[in-house]
């Protein structure tokens, strides 16, 4: 999982928006992260991308210098930069002030001047639009400060529901297996021995579900350790497999397994491997239907280890596949609701890659199947020596 960190590309839109004039907000490497309308007209910053070398006509190491000043200076900065638009050459003034970072990389507010560069400055007016960029600059982030409160303190209240609800849990199926082993006698009448197994099946499916809103809190709460060991892949698949296959026999599914020859090690957290490919592997079960296949694939590329699930199940409409990712989330058509579920599996799987150093991939089409690839980055297979020398 990512650490919690600066405010998303999206979320720093607001702050060009509130500007009456061109107004854009890029990093130290001059890339534009935001920009609003008036900034796509006059700029040609096309709503946030690209970069203001592709702007101006000063050298990319000199505009490199300008945006330095800026971050590096105190409160409001004028800077000159000169414009290329439709073939003309416009030199303009922009006033800048820093604003934090984004994706650990310094970031500030740029603001173009109506007026020339050789115009008179007024003075009244650059004291107002500084106080404005200050006033802009504490309200984000005291909002950004807001929203990890919020959201340490939704993490903490599930993990502590989650533990409360756990004891009594254990205690509900402990006695449903007692009662439905027969362990003191035989249930009379035979209908209330089905409603046992209705109870001791529930009573699972919540305790798993208990478990995943635990797994997830720990990890954004950041206290998620990981024990790092090489696995020696064929032999776990060997044991994930041998957990999976009665499920896709009782669903009549085809599961295939294919490893490339000569596998390198994994340096992982054996606990948190198996989780993913069971998250993974269980949700193709679950979402193909009988006579369909899933597959497990493992091979190396580039010095990197690629984990492909396949399966021919009932897919992800296109406009629905980034909300797989968000907890909770499950599409929402009247076929997967025939299917139960936390909705947690990939956001767990996502996070847990993610703490590994890697990237997960979901490609899905209607009625056709879905594929999802983790890739876990060079430094991950090896040997430990070379894992702990890449940390020191």
């Given at each position: ?30 890339r ?9 007209a006059a700029l ?24 330095g000043r ?7 900065v ?7 638009r ?16 984004h994706?650990?990389?310094q ?21 107002e639009?500084?106080?404005d ?12 400060q807001?929203a990890e ?7 903490e ?61 720990k990890?954004?709460?950041?206290k ?26 009782e669903?009549?599914?085809v599961l295939e ?6 596998l390198?090690k ?12 069971l998250?993974?592997l ?38 629905n ?19 139960e579920g ?10 847990l ?33 070379v ?6």
């Amino acid at each position: 999982m990512p650490r919690s960190g600066p405010p998303a590309a999206s979320s720093l839109r607001p702050l060009v928006e509130l500007h009456r004039e061109a107004a854009l907000i890029v990093d130290a490497d001059a890339r534009i992260l935001a920009a609003n309308a008036r900034a796509s007209a006059a700029l040609g910053a096309g709503g946030g991308a690209g970069t203001l070398f592709d702007l101006v006509a000063e050298t990319p190491e000199e505009v490199c210098d300008l945006i330095g000043r800026v971050i590096d200076g105190p409160g409001t900065v004028p800077i000159g930069l000169t414009l290329r638009r439709d073939g003309r050459i416009e030199p303009r003034i922009l006033r800048g002030a820093a604003i934090g970072t984004h994706e650990g990389r310094q970031t500030c507010l740029l603001v173009m001047s109506t007026a020339l560069a050789d115009a008179p400055w007024d003075e009244q007016s650059l004291r107002e639009k500084a106080a404005d960029l200050s006033r802009l600059n504490a309200q984000l982030v005291e909002a950004k400060q807001r929203a990890e409160e919020a959201n340490r303190s939704k993490t903490e209240f599930l993990a502590r529901v989650s533990h409360e609800l756990r004891t009594p849990l254990n205690a509900i199926i402990g006695f449903s297996e007692m009662l439905s082993q027969g362990m003191f006698g035989t249930i009379e009448p035979p209908r209330y021995a089905a409603y046992v197994r209705d109870i001791l099946a529930s009573g699972r499916h919540l305790l798993e579900l208990v478990n995943d809103v635990l797994d997830l809190s720990k990890i954004e709460a950041g206290k998620m350790t990981l024990r790092e060991a090489e696995i020696d892949l064929p032999l776990f698949v060997a044991q994930i497999i041998r957990l999976i296959e009665k499920t896709a026999a009782e669903k009549q599914l085809v599961l295939e397994v294919e490893l490339a020859p000569e596998l390198p090690k994994l340096v992982a957290d054996q606990r948190a491997i198996r989780q993913m490919l069971l998250n993974l592997l269980s949700n193709a079960i679950k979402f193909t239907l009988p006579g369909g296949s899933v597959r497990l694939a493992i091979g190396a590329a580039d010095g990197r280890l690629r984990v492909a699930v396949e399966d021919t199940g009932i897919g992800i409409a296109a406009e629905n596949l980034a909300g797989c990712f968000r907890p909770f989330d499950q599409v929402d058509n009247v076929l997967t609701r025939r299917f139960e579920g936390s909705g947690l599996g990939l956001a767990i799987t996502k996070a847990l890659i993610e703490l590994h150093g890697g990237t997960i991939d979901l490609a899905s089409t209607v009625g056709v199947g879905t594929k999802v690839t983790l890739t876990f980055p060079r430094e991950r297979t090896g040997d430990i020596a070379v894992r702990s020398e890449l940390q020191a």
